[in-house]
């Protein structure tokens, strides 16, 4: 992988890292259905305890996923996803180019198997 590519995917690691919890995907989920929310209507849809949503909040904001807005005495919650999605689609880009392109010095990637594709006989036989 070259330099470029690491260095993105290095500047990606808070959005991989802030995604990977499924908390954190259910308030994205919901503010893209719902639009922006508050801490309250938040946790009114969630099986989560107001400082549980508050801290979930709080690492997407830190992330650059969300947008935060004073509304009186709520904070009010969007989705702020254009720089986040710009960045990933970089990454992509540059490790297609650098790594996956004939030519690049990367290895061939084989097309993904379903996780419930079951084997044909040729496949076990190749194996054995």
């Known amino acids: 992988m070259g330099k470029l590519a690491i260095q993105l995917f290095r500047q990606c690691l808070p959005v991989f890292q802030t995604l990977s919890d499924p908390h954190r995907q259910d308030i994205l989920l919901h ?51 254009e720089e986040p999605a710009a960045l990933l689609r970089e990454l992509l880009e540059t490790v297609e180019r650098e790594c996956l392109a004939p030519g690049a010095g990367g290895a061939s990637v084989p097309p993904a198997r379903s996780p419930n594709a079951s084997d044909t006989p040729s496949d076990k036989e190749e194996r054995s």
């Open 31 to 81: 503010l893209h259905e719902n639009g922006p929310l508050s801490v309250s209507d938040l946790t009114a849809r969630l099986s989560l305890s107001r400082p549980a949503v508050s801290h979930h909040l709080k690492l997407l904001l830190q992330a650059g996923l969300l947008a935060c807005e004073q509304q009186g005495t709520q904070r009010i919650y969007s989705l702020r996803l």
